[in-house]
Structure formats: structure tokens, C-alpha cells
């Protein structure tokens, strides 16, 4: 796991070395082992490197690393998994090799097989650069489902990349103007989803794809893998019975899990006792000789605790488990970090809680395993049962009385609702907090919509912004409209998996175990294990209700169900209090009219009337709050990048 960067610059100019360094520098902590650059002959490209050394601690491991044949140089950040096969075919191919890195594979499989079909030969996370000498090119690549990031600028015959968002600012000098587009998504959904970012001009190379800058220009990213193309296949070749796919899937998880143990450092795995880590816990467990590292945060708050839940599992399985429990007062203070460490703004609250298991993690091991993927996977999220179920009645219901019902439950505060459900016997957690969610789900116009509200921060986020910045198209409901033959969960997934797990689920992780120089694997998103998942049927997935229903049969093979079963806790912590509580003076000064008016990005009378409410206790409104006041602290930040 490392950082990235590099430049090609127009023909009648040359790489300015001072400006790849800096560009470099501010990827140090993603890279803390080493670096290295290379710069072209002709000085029109310059790469760069960080180093975060895993496999082949020697020298033989460092980047830009040129191919055997002197045609291709890469720099590379992630793993491939399979390099140990790949090399073997290669040397029976005639190549030669001096040292045991992966990344000395690929540049050996490039001169063999080329870039486009050494791609699909990989298996692993990764974003990568290579210059191709005798075509003059340079090629960006990012893994089959968007693990590691890849940003990257094509103008005026130059192109930029790197692993953030920061070295291309560096590179400018200058800031770019903030994206309308890219400010309202942020503000709808948490974060910025791909192929667009917070800046103008700068993109995000999807997942599963590869683009190729020649002649001054960038070609359009050319998908070699994609979600529904391997959804659809694995729904024409459905598993017919249970037992054969219990079997498949427990082999399938095992090959990954195995793969991603590789390492010449310390490993170990995060570990919250829910059925996603602790699948990959125990197959951990299962295929090692001696105890397996764990790591899991603990909460002094009951609603926001699952450490209790990983130490029984822990107990189980015979791990060496760490655990540390935090206080409010140490999960706020990683707040004024926040905006440095995810590079763009982000606001999915569980970013506190994921740096500080991942600063614990870091004390002990390099490298950690972590359960990310299975909600989508093995559909896990409530939605996927609600939202099929809740749309089936809606779309029905006319428009006016759709506008009635909202408006009569949106009316009492969050404490009245929650009173109301105390009083007739309602154990429903957080009832204020989802009535308002009904409400604002109620005007939805179809099931995309519908979705798309109910996983939104601020459902029309327009209200939210100055003309300037308003933007009304809604980025992945215009481009994933085309799934309609699927049934609703299925959908769902798909929807989910290119969108909130690429750009809210692995983005929090790989920033936040970036941030300490540890590397982040997910195994349950090794795509051989997502291509069978598809196999699965949707009925062996939720059954009566009950979500990941196979996955969890699969696991109670290896963990008593009684340690496992519970219901689903989010990995979060309970910004609503702090805002009106602790928090409170320091967001008053990101939410003064004053300075929302002077920035120009903010309609100033509707974010405060939203703290109003929120601080007078009649509705929650920390999500969208969160994502205000992330968006003024990298707003600050970023200021001082150039």
C-alpha cells in the first residue's frame, strides 16, 4: 500500500522537479517506508512514489519500477494477490527475476502480455501509472471495485494523477474552483461520488476501468470489469440449492481470506463481533497456526458499543485481541484532523471511530483485514427489506395525500415521537429519527428515488446552497437508471456497490488507514468472491426477513450463533449530542449567518434554521449538519494547500 503521483506535461515544457517533490511530500504519510521518482528522458514525465514496503522489503520492492525490456515503468499502489501464480506462469515464459514483489510481476507481465490483458489477469487492489516508452503513453488503471483511489486532471496537453486530491492542487499552485455538481452530491449523500470530485476539472478514474493519455489528450476510461456486468452473469448461473452454495461460498471466502494473509509484516484484522468481520476473523483463524491479531474499539455509550460483542467472539475463536475503549472526549479530538486525513470532504460520522481502530491496529500490526463489502454483497442493509416493500405501497398512493402524510409526520419533534412509541410499548430505537425519515422518503417518484432519498443527508440539497452552487442533476440516479428488470434488493445492491461502498465505505477506510500507515485489505471483496456472491439467489441472501441469511450459516459453522445475532450497529458515533452538547460552541463558529455569507457557498437562513431545530431538540438534523460543517473545516484547510 502506498501514494501515487505524476505528471506529463506539455511538449514545449519539462517536468519542474521541485513541484513533483512537493507533490510527493504530501503523500508521506501514505508512504512513510520510502520514495522515489523517475523522470523521463525527454523530461516531459515525471513519477513518484511513496512507499509502504509489505511484500519485498528490499530494495528490489522500490518504485517507479521499470520493466525487464526498459519499454514500461510503473508506479503502483495496492496488492496483487495472485503474483505468486502470475510469476510462475512468467518464468516458465522465460522470465528472470531478482526480488519477490508483486509490483516486479506486473512490469514483467506488461512486457509479456501488455497492459489491458495483464489487467484482467490481476487479482488485487490497486490504482496504478504506467509509461509505455515505445508508444509514448501513459496509462491509469484502478482495480474491478474501486479499493484504491486514483484522481486525475487532462488539460491543455498535460494530464495529472495521484492517490488524493491534495498533490494535484499542489501541482497547480493554485486552487481549482469548487464543482456546483460536486457540492450538491456532497451535500445529498456525505461525499463526493466518482467519476466527479469537489474540484472542477479533477475526476476520479472509476472502478474497473483504464484510461490512456497520448498525443496530449486522455482517452475515455475503457471498463475491463464492472458490477452488473458480473451481477447478470452470476444471476444466469444461479446456485440451485443451499448446499451447493454454502459450499462454494465457504471455499470461495477461504482463497480470499488466505491470499490476503500474504505479507512480510505484522498482520492482523479489525474485529466488531458483527457477521462481516467475524467471517473473516474466523476464516483467518482457521488457516493460521498461531493466533490471529484483532482490534476493535470500545464505547463507554450502550447504542454505540460493539467491543463486548468482539471480545465473546475474540474468546471464541482464540485471538490476540486488543481492545481500547475511548471516551467522547478522545473520539472528538480526532475531529480537527478529519479534514486533512480524508483530502475531500467526507461526512460519514463512523470516519471518527474507523482512524481511531485503525491508529490501534497500526501500534501492533502493517497490514489489517477488514469485513467491508458484505452488506452489499449479501445484502445486509435494512433498505434492501424496506424499500421494496415501503415503494410497493407508495407508488400507488397520489401525490397530494403523499404531501399530506409527510407534512402530519414531520410535524411532531423527534422526543414526541419518541415518547409516543415508550408510551404504546415500542421498543423501535431512534422512532423520532425515522418518522422524519418517512417523511421525507414520502415524495419520492420511483424506487431509484426512493432509495435515493432514504440514503440521502439532505434530500434536496439545493435548499441547502446559493444559486451559484446549486446543481439539480442527480449524478448515479441519472447513470444506474438502467437496472429496472431487477428486483428492488437487487438493485439496491448494485446501486450501493457503485456508489456509496466505492465513495463512502472504502474511502473512509483507505484514508483512515492511510493516515497511520497501515494497510487495509477486504477480502469479501476479492472479485472472485463478489462474481459467486452474485450467483447466490436473492432468496438464499434474505430469508423472512432476515438479511445475509446464507452468509450467516456460513459463519455459524465457525462462531455459535448466540455470539453473532443481534441486531445491526452502526460503527458510528453520536454526533446529534455532541452538536448539541459538547460540539456546540465549535460548530456555532463554522454556522454563524456571517460566515456563511461571506464564503457564498451556503444559503445561510436555511443551514441555520436546520441548527436551530437541531439544537432546540425538535428533529435531529446532525447528518446534514455533519456535512456542512465537514465541508467549512476542508474549506479552511484546503485554503492553505497553495
Given amino acids: 500500500m502506498c501514494g501515487i503521483a505524476g505528471v506529463i506535461v506539455a511538449e514545449n515544457s519539462n517536468v519542474d522537479r521541485a513541484r513533483l517533490e512537493a507533490m510527493s511530500a504530501v503523500l508521506t504519510h501514505r508512504g512513510p517506508d520510502g520514495s522515489g521518482h523517475w523522470i523521463s528522458q525527454d523530461g516531459h514525465v515525471g513519477l513518484v512514489h511513496r512507499r509502504l514496503s509489505i511484500i519485498d522489503l528490499s530494495t528490489a520492492g522500490a518504485q517507479p519500477m521499470a520493466?525487464?525490456?526498459g519499454r514500461y515503468t510503473v508506479t503502483f499502489n495496492g496488492e496483487i494477490y495472485n503474483f505468486v501464480s502470475l510469476r510462475a506462469q512468467l518464468e516458465t515464459l522465460g522470465a528472470l527475476f531478482r526480488g519477490h514483489s508483486d509490483t516486479e510481476v506486473m512490469v514483467a507481465a506488461f512486457d509479456q502480455w501488455g497492459i489491458p490483458e495483464t489487467l484482467t489477469r490481476m487479482d488485487g487492489m490497486f490504482a496504478l501509472a504506467v509509461w509505455d516508452a515505445r508508444e509514448q503513453s501513459l496509462t491509469l488503471a484502478r482495480d474491478r471495485v474501486g479499493i484504491k483511489p486514483l484522481f486525475y486532471s487532462a488539460a491543455e496537453g498535460e494530464l495529472s494523477f495521484a492517490s488524493e486530491l491534495r498533490p494535484l492542487v499542489v501541482w497547480r499552485g493554485a486552487l481549482p474552483p469548487i464543482s456546483a455538481q460536486g457540492l450538491t452530491e456532497f451535500l445529498r449523500l456525505g461525499y463526493v461520488p466518482g467519476p466527479i470530485s469537489i474540484f472542477e476539472g479533477i475526476h476520479k478514474l472509476p472502478p474497473g476501468s483504464y484510461a490512456v493519455f497520448q498525443n496530449g489528450k486522455l482517452s475515455p476510461p475503457q471498463i475491463y470489469w464492472n458490477f452488473p456486468q458480473a451481477a447478470r452473469a452470476g444471476m444466469a448461473d444461479a446456485f440451485e440449492n443451499e448446499t451447493d452454495a454454502l459450499d462454494a461460498l465457504d471455499v470461495s471466502l477461504r482463497n480470499a481470506v488466505s491470499s490476503h494473509m500474504v505479507a512480510d509484516v505484522p498482520l492482523g484484522a479489525f474485529l466488531s463481533g458483527g457477521i462481516d468481520s467475524s467471517m473473516v476473523v474466523a476464516l483467518m483463524q482457521a488457516q493460521s497456526a498461531r493466533p490471529v491479531?484483532?482490534?476493535s474499539i470500545g464505547f463507554n455509550e450502550v447504542g454505540y458499543n460493539e467491543a463486548v460483542h468482539a471480545a465473546a467472539v475474540a474468546k471464541h475463536l482464540r485471538t490476540e485481541h486488543t481492545e481500547l475503549y475511548v471516551t467522547d472526549a478522545d473520539a472528538r479530538a480526532v475531529i480537527p484532523q478529519l479534514a486533512?486525513?480524508?483530502?475531500?470532504?467526507?461526512?460519514?460520522?463512523s470516519q471518527i471511530p474507523t482512524f481511531l481502530v485503525s491508529k490501534l491496529a497500526r501500534e501492533h500490526v502493517t497490514v489489517a483485514l477488514s469485513g467491508d463489502g458484505g452488506d452489499e454483497l449479501f445484502a445486509g442493509y435494512n433498505r434492501y427489506v424496506f424499500v421494496a416493500k415501503f415503494w410497493q405501497r407508495l407508488q400507488y398512493m397520489p401525490a397530494p395525500i403523499r404531501k399530506i402524510f409527510a407534512q402530519l409526520l414531520a410535524a411532531p419533534s423527534s422526543d414526541t415521537w419518541d415518547k409516543f412509541f415508550r408510551t404504546i410499548?415500542?421498543?423501535?430505537?431512534?422512532?423520532?429519527?425515522?418518522?422524519?425519515?418517512?417523511?421525507?422518503?414520502?415524495?419520492?417518484?420511483?424506487?431509484?428515488a426512493l432509495h435515493s432519498r432514504l440514503v440521502a443527508q439532505w434530500a434536496v440539497p439545493e435548499n441547502a446552497l446559493r444559486p451559484a452552487f446549486q446543481h439539480r442533476a442527480v449524478l448515479w440516479e441519472t447513470s444506474l437508471?438502467?437496472?429496472?428488470?431487477?428486483?428492488?434488493?437487487?438493485?439496491?445492491?448494485?446501486?450501493?456497490?457503485?456508489?456509496y461502498m466505492v465513495d463512502d465505505i472504502l474511502t473512509k477506510l483507505d484514508r483512515a488507514s492511510m493516515r497511520v500507515g497501515l494497510e487495509a485489505r477486504v477480502p469479501l471483496l476479492d472479485h472472485h468472491v463478489v462474481e459467486l456472491a452474485w450467483r447466490?439467489?436473492?432468496?438464499?441472501?434474505?430469508?423472512?426477513?432476515?438479511?445475509k441469511w446464507l452468509l450467516k450459516q456460513l459463519l455459524h459453522r465457525y462462531v455459535p450463533k448466540e455470539l453473532v445475532e443481534r441486531p445491526k450497529m452502526g460503527f458510528s458515533v453520536p454526533i446529534d449530542a455532541w452538536l448539541r452538547g459538547?460540539?456546540?460552541?465549535?460548530?456555532e463558529q463554522y454556522l454563524s449567518a456571517a460566515r456563511l455569507q461571506s464564503e457564498g457557498f451556503f444559503n445561510a437562513g436555511a443551514v441555520r434554521q436546520t441548527w436551530e431545530q437541531h439544537l432546540n431538540g425538535s428533529i435531529n438534523r446532525g447528518g446534514m449538519l455533519w456535512t456542512v460543517l465537514m465541508f467549512q473545516l476542508w474549506w479552511e484547510r484546503a485554503r492553505a494547500w497553495v
Fill in 67 to 69: 520493466s525487464p525490456s
Fill in 293 to 295: 491479531k484483532t482490534f
Fill in 340 to 349: 486533512d486525513m480524508y483530502d475531500e470532504p467526507f461526512a460519514d460520522a
Fill in 425 to 448: 410499548g415500542s421498543s423501535l430505537p431512534m422512532a423520532g429519527q425515522k418518522m422524519h425519515k418517512i417523511a421525507a422518503i414520502l415524495p419520492a417518484s420511483s424506487l431509484l
Fill in 481 to 499: 437508471a438502467s437496472e429496472a428488470d431487477l428486483p428492488a434488493p437487487a438493485r439496491q445492491m448494485l446501486w450501493d456497490a457503485q456508489t
Fill in 536 to 547: 447466490i439467489p436473492l432468496s438464499m441472501k434474505l430469508r423472512d426477513g432476515e438479511s
Fill in 582 to 587: 459538547p460540539l456546540r460552541e465549535w460548530a
